[in-house]
């Protein structure tokens, strides 16, 4: 019993000390990620972008420069390929940045589902793909809506001009969007990422670019998984070639008549459909060389192939954007659709 006695309060006093220490630990922690959450902030300023968080996760807006709150201005949301939202916002790969200070628009860089700290390596929900995103069945489309209402809700926006872009599985986010979100997107453009949508009814004719290199090794231009794509091939699918993404919008926006050639340059060249219900259009860029890049990047990831220089993607589809909208909606029409 003596024996009994005295390890019980051995244990209770180790314990009372132990606690202490946890509690310690576990501040010390929450501090270092404060001290994180504070670099991460400042580091996105001084690059000149801001931080907000939506549902938990980071998105980065760059406000353009000369923007004006009595004059509401177009917003595009931008979506990373297999990454994060600094990736995509990284001038240098995709200069999203410096179009929206040359043409005026707010641009957003939301950040996909990630199981890993800092929301790195992570996807969007496309339908069809793309990993853990598609996976979890994360709400991807309900997450672009709360991040067209938070930034509405901090600038003015125009609501007839909000428009979505991406880069191969943000691309195809692009897409979906188009499908399930074209009360709020009035047109959406894709950089090598096919429709990766199970099913699609817009709510009306939404206008779409798909801009794609015939040499893409990722997501192949006349269907499937390239040698390029993911390791793991259970994280993506057999993707749609660009003949059926573009026939499948021809049909959706009861297009008639053929394709028109609308740019022909060495290297590149694009199509457009134009009497399409709506008033929609459905456009394809197609450039010769470039593999799964963005036209008119100065930098790709290491070892891949060099981006074209036939096409200035962030440039086409600006142009894309600002031809296919009215200008200056109400501010009572962006409350509408909060």
């Not at 007839?160 to 997107?185: E, I, K």
């Not at 090794?217 to 003949?243: E, K, Y």
């Amino acid at each position: 019993m003596k024996l009994r006695y005295h390890v019980v309060p051995c244990c209770l006093a180790i314990s009372a000390l132990l606690a202490p220490a946890a509690g310690q630990a576990h501040q010390l922690r929450e501090n270092l990620r404060h001290r994180i959450e504070q670099w991460r902030a400042g580091r996105a300023a001084a690059s000149g972008l801001q931080e907000i968080r939506v549902q938990g996760r980071k998105v980065l807006v760059h406000v353009p420069a000369g923007y004006d709150p009595g004059h509401p201005a177009p917003l595009v949301l931008a979506f990373h390929g297999g990454g994060d939202a600094a990736y995509m916002a990284d001038d240098s790969r995709y200069g999203l940045q410096r179009q929206a200070d040359r043409s005026g628009f707010i641009v957003a860089f939301p950040n996909g589902a990630s199981k890993l700290p800092g929301g790195r390596f992570a996807t969007w929900n496309a339908g069809g793909c793309c990993g853990y995103a598609r996976d979890q069945g994360s709400d991807d489309v309900g997450f672009a809506r709360a991040v067209v209402s938070a930034i509405e809700g901090r600038y003015a926006v125009d609501a007839n001009r909000v428009f979505a872009t991406g880069m191969s599985n943000g691309g195809m986010m692009a897409h979906r969007l188009a499908c399930d979100a074209a009360d709020v997107f009035r047109a959406v453009a894709s950089v090598a990422g096919t429709d990766a949508t199970t099913q699609c009814n817009p709510s009306r004719p939404v206008s779409v670019l798909h801009i794609h290199a015939r040499d893409d090794d990722h997501v192949l231009f006349d269907g499937g998984a390239g040698p390029g794509a993911f390791r793991d091939q259970s994280s993506v699918m057999n993707f749609v070639s660009v003949p059926e993404t573009i026939a499948r919008w021809v049909q959706r926006d009861q297009c008639g008549g053929s394709a028109q050639r609308v740019l022909q340059v060495p290297g590149a060249y694009c199509d457009a459909y134009r009497n399409c219900a709506g008033g929609a259009q459905v456009q394809l860029c197609v450039t010769d060389t470039g593999g799964h890049s963005w036209p008119g990047a100065e930098r790709v990831r290491p070892g891949k192939e060099a981006a074209s220089t036939a096409l200035d993607a962030s440039a086409t589809i600006w142009r894309f954007f600002d031809s296919q909208a009215p200008r200056a909606a109400s501010a009572a029409s962006a409350a509408l659709r909060r």
